[in-house]
T-cell receptor
Framework: AQSVTQLGSHVSVSEGALVLLRCNYS??????LFWYVQYPNQGLQLLLK??????LVKGINGFEAEFKKSETSFHLTKPSAHMSDAAEYFC??????????????FGTGTQLKVEL | GAGVSQSPSNKVTEKGKDVELRCDPI?????LYWYRQSLGQGLEFLIY????????KSGLPSDRFSAERTGGSVSTLTIQRTQQEDSAVYLC??????????????FGPGTRLTVL
């Protein structure tokens, strides 16, 4: 079985500051990892995903994440926050190629607030 | 093209009544997923359809929940004898290429169900 833990249910940053949202995973098989963003009253939108290959993954809106197997982490970063980044962010995992298939297991989410 | 659509966007019902939630996936997508987002449980997988294969129902919380997918396209999630704990946002997602683990799941805006 797979699981993800998102540290910090609420994160607040100043506009222009670094955004760091933490995600740690637990998986008995090599996982595939995803970050989704949810704006108010909207569905989830994929920011980026790690499946295989390069461990530093770049996504939309200037976000990136690095898969670190030794730390079982997949933290999301953005160098400079913008007001439009205020939303809820979800880390998710599935069983990858070898187990569990395609259904996603989500973390509890991190609400990002961007202040002037 | 059009994204995943869900109807109704909001549904208020009385305890004990049956409800039907509809999902129209992206045209051509063969895989369809239902998730539930609630304050107490976060985002959780409910059921997955892939082509003509038997659905993966492993996430359905009770036998009051069922879903069908007609003609490989539209899906209906039915909740019988609704309970207050069924109140949540029900999200539908679809993906292409046979629902592989690497595929991006595209989410609809959700149906907000309130059981009084």
């Amino acid at each position: 079985a797979q699981s993800v833990t998102q540290l910090g249910s609420h994160v607040s940053v100043s506009e222009g500051a670094l955004v760091l949202l933490r995600c740690n995973y637990s998986s008995s098989v090599p996982p595939y990892l995803f970050w989704y963003v949810q704006y108010p009253n909207q569905g989830l939108q994929l920011l980026l995903k790690y499946t295989t290959g390069a461990t530093l993954v770049k996504g939309i809106n200037g976000f990136e994440a690095e898969f670190k197997k030794s730390e079982t982490s997949f933290h999301l970063t953005k160098p400079s926050a913008h007001m439009s980044d205020a939303a809820e962010y979800f880390c998710a995992v599935n069983g990858g190629l070898t187990g569990g298939g395609n259904k996603l297991t989500f973390g509890t989410g991190t609400q990002l607030k961007v202040e002037l | 093209g059009a994204g995943v659509s869900q109807s109704p966007s909001n549904k208020v019902t009385e305890k004990g009544k049956d409800v039907e939630l509809r999902c129209d996936p992206i045209s051509g997508h063969t895989a369809l997923y239902w998730y539930r987002q609630s304050l107490g449980q976060g985002l959780e997988f409910l059921i997955y359809f892939q082509g003509n294969s038997a659905p993966d129902k492993s996430g359905l919380p009770s036998d009051r929940f069922s879903a069908e997918r007609t003609g490989g396209s539209v899906s209906t999630l039915t909740i019988q004898r609704t309970q207050q704990e069924d109140s949540a946002v029900y999200l539908c997602a679809s993906s292409t290429k046979g629902g592989r683990s690497t595929d991006t799941q595209y989410f609809g805006p959700g149906t907000r169900l309130t059981v009084l």
